[in-house]
């Protein structure tokens, strides 16, 4: 069975510090984040596609809207949970499952840095 792999990005801006890193909070620092969505599909629409790209951007645009140029441990639920890249991945991932729940989501990598990022697969 063939399948296609869908991915779309975004990135934005943002500052955090890891509340527990070795023993105590990190001092607050910043982070140009990217961010991919993965969705697979093993059949094409009526338009020869899996899922609509504008859509699929759209979402992750304005999530990661929610946390462009802002202090990550400021937003819920960061502001009770440490902002790791972890944490980040599966908060996409989560939302993105909600705001598109017919759509079948591999995994959601978050790039913290160039050659840093976490995939979350539930």
């Given at each position: 069975m063939?399948?296609?792999?869908?991915?779309?990005?975004?990135?934005?801006?943002?500052?955090?510090?890891?509340?527990?890193?070795?023993?105590?909070?990190?001092?607050?620092?910043?982070?140009?984040?990217?961010?991919?969505?993965?969705?697979?599909?093993?059949?094409?629409?009526?338009?020869?596609?899996?899922?609509?790209?504008l859509?699929?951007?759209?979402?992750?645009?304005?999530?990661?809207?929610r946390?462009?140029?802002?202090?990550?441990?400021?937003v819920?639920?960061?502001?009770?949970?440490?902002?790791?890249?972890?944490?980040?991945?599966?908060?996409?991932?989560?939302?993105?499952?909600?705001?598109m729940?017919?759509?079948?989501?591999?995994?959601?990598?978050?790039?913290?840095?160039p050659?840093?990022?976490?995939?979350?697969?539930?």
């Amino acid at each position: 069975m063939s399948t296609y792999e869908i991915r779309v990005g975004a990135a934005f801006e943002a500052a955090h510090h890891l509340t527990a890193y070795r023993g105590e909070p990190e001092a607050v620092h910043g982070h140009s984040w990217e961010v991919e969505a993965c969705v697979v599909c093993t059949e094409l629409n009526e338009e020869d596609y899996g899922v609509g790209f504008l859509e699929l951007q759209g979402h992750l645009e304005d999530l990661a809207g929610r946390l462009h140029h802002r202090d990550i441990n400021t937003v819920p639920p960061f502001d009770t949970m440490s902002p790791t890249a972890e944490n980040l991945a599966r908060w996409f991932w989560e939302r993105m499952t909600a705001a598109m729940p017919s759509v079948d989501f591999s995994g959601v990598t978050v790039r913290e840095a160039p050659g840093c990022s976490v995939t979350y697969r539930p």
